[in-house]
């Protein structure tokens, strides 16, 4: 299985900056893409910005031009740089990564991985 651990949550106040980071280990097969969620109570999680082995990267709207994406492939990494927090930033946030096992001569479909999730709350 694939283990992704993630920190570097915590309290903000609103203006300012965190770093989440997120490290798979484990039977790794081909990660795909990563990605970042997060989810505020009685909301569905939600696509916050996600990478490809490339390195192409995509955003939500909301954090477009504040959050910036970005993994290692070496050490099977990913990071989310969040700057110009503001209050409803304020969620949980799920790393995400996309894996592809090698069985019987050809990789098999994709199966999502999630982290365990850290909190992140920006203060007004």
């Known amino acids: 299985q694939v283990q992704l651990v993630e920190s570097g949550g915590g309290l903000v106040q609103a203006g300012g900056s965190l770093r989440l980071s997120c490290a798979a280990s484990?039977?790794?097969?081909?990660?795909?893409?990563m990605g970042w969620y997060r989810q505020t109570p009685g909301k569905q999680r939600e696509l916050v910005a996600v990478?490809?082995?490339?390195?192409?990267?995509n955003y939500a709207d909301s954090v477009r031009g504040r959050f910036t994406i970005s993994r290692d492939n070496a050490k099977n990494t990913v990071d989310l740089q969040m700057n110009s927090l503001k209050p409803e930033d304020t969620a949980v946030y799920y790393c995400?990564?996309?894996?592809?096992?090698?069985?019987?001569?050809?990789?098999?479909?994709?199966?999502?991985?999630w982290g365990q999730g850290t909190q992140v709350t920006v203060s007004s």
């Open positions: 484990g039977r790794l097969g081909r990660i795909n893409a």
């Open positions: 995400n990564g996309r894996v592809s096992f090698y069985l019987a001569g050809q990789y098999r479909p994709e199966v999502d991985f």
């Open positions: 990478i490809t082995t490339g390195g192409s990267a």
